[in-house]
């Protein structure tokens, strides 16, 4: 009788989706229960994206990209940033969102990607927008839908709600780490 109160109680209990984050191989609670991150927000080939600005270097001021020979398509080129190269990477191309054109870039976002060298380097972002930089809570992040695809699922932290639009809210430092061996850490070594 036991048992069967049991199970009759759990049939009754609403499935929590966010219960299962962290009991996938792989995936790791966004935010722990009670904790807040800051998000930066931006659009990238005609999706909003999001991420940890702990992820975040810089953000630059548009400027002219100039393309290298004979590297890969996901590279774009180099700028210029105080004296340093800093490669430019397609990230639209990289996450697999169609070609929607050029639009008008307005920032490049550098991240920090980790290399298997050890010391990270940075990897430049063009960007439609950089529209904010918001707190979100526990609540405010579920979990990524498992029809997203192709799509690493390591990369794709879990998706957000603001302004009526859906946010991508993305892992960079994995979204570099799976990235195509051919982003290199001696691409870029000109010293």
Sequence with gaps: MQRQATALKNALIPWDPLSDIGQVEGINPIISEGEARAFLIFKLSGHWLACDVAQVREILAEQTVTPLPKTPSEIE??????GSGIAVVDLARHLGFPPAGRGTVTRIIVFEANTDKGSPIPIGVRTDEVRD???????????????????????????????????????????????????DADLFDFV
């Design 77 to 82: 080129g180099m700028i210029d940033v105080r």
């Design 133 to 183: 930089v918001l707190v979100l809570g526990a609540g405010e992040i579920e979990m990524a839908p498992q029809t997203l695809g192709s799509w690493d699922r390591r990369a794709v932290m879990g998706v957000a709600r603001i302004d009526n639009k859906i946010v991508i809210v993305m892992d960079m430092r994995a979204v570099f780490e799976n990235a195509s061996p051919s982003i």
